[in-house]
């Protein structure tokens, strides 16, 4: 499996998690009304917290919450409107699970007030070039830090994965002016931003080939529209069929797998993960 080897990814409040040994799923919580696949199904602070900590029964040790969808035609919403979500769900979830929690923006005043509420990661689907000062707050909170791709608002590069490059490298060029710790950065190649079926699926491909970035991997293809291209089906029914491709890509070394169905990606990564480990232990056995 082409990957890079186990580490410890820091995160916020002192706070740190292995990746690269077993998979780590990250579960969705959408605190909005128009999410692509599951929009106001938990956009109560109740509702947001108990699917959350179902998550977390189900497998998932990381809960990444956004309040604002990101889906092509969303309605952008205000600040204001997007930390009124978020902050009541980061301050009562605190104090029910020890998952970490993740704040999806791409605002750095949203992921500053998100942090001081017990947020550890920072997941900005922009990859911090949207309003760079996000960097500064992983940087001065120790947070963690995920860095998407995006070919949203921006001519791409005919090759994805030199394109993949252009766009990370200059967004980690921005972590690193700011001062955030490597230690405290995961990558996610974006699936689903800007990329069609073919493009989707040929980044799947070679999505080994951005470990050369350094860098553990995100992936987060849930119930997105190329899965539905491929197996047919509509938004709420994709589960299997992103579960499929979470142990292709896992298969590629990727190590945070972003869902909205903990239990079936848990139990697909589960059986890949013990496959790999006992495909190990035989090569070990086989240079001993």
Known sequence: MAQLGSRFWRVGHGREIELGRRSVIMAIVNVTPDSFSDGGRYDSVDRAV???LKA???GAEIIDIGGESTRPDAEIVTASEEQARVLPVIEALRTKTKALISIDTYRAETARLAV?????IVNDVFGLQKEPDIAAVAA???AGLCIM???RDRDKLSDLIADQFLFLERSLEIAGRAGVSRECIVVDPGFGFAKDTQENLELMARSDELHRLGFPLLAGTSRKRFVGAVTGREAADRDAGTAATSVLLRLKGAAIFRVHDVAINRDALAVTDAMLAARDAFERKGTA
């Open 140 to 142: 001065i909170s120790g």
């Open 116 to 120: 001081a509420a017990g947020a550890h």
């Open 149 to 151: 791709h995006t070919g």
């Open 56 to 58: 977390v029964e189900d």
């Open 50 to 52: 108990a699917h959350a």
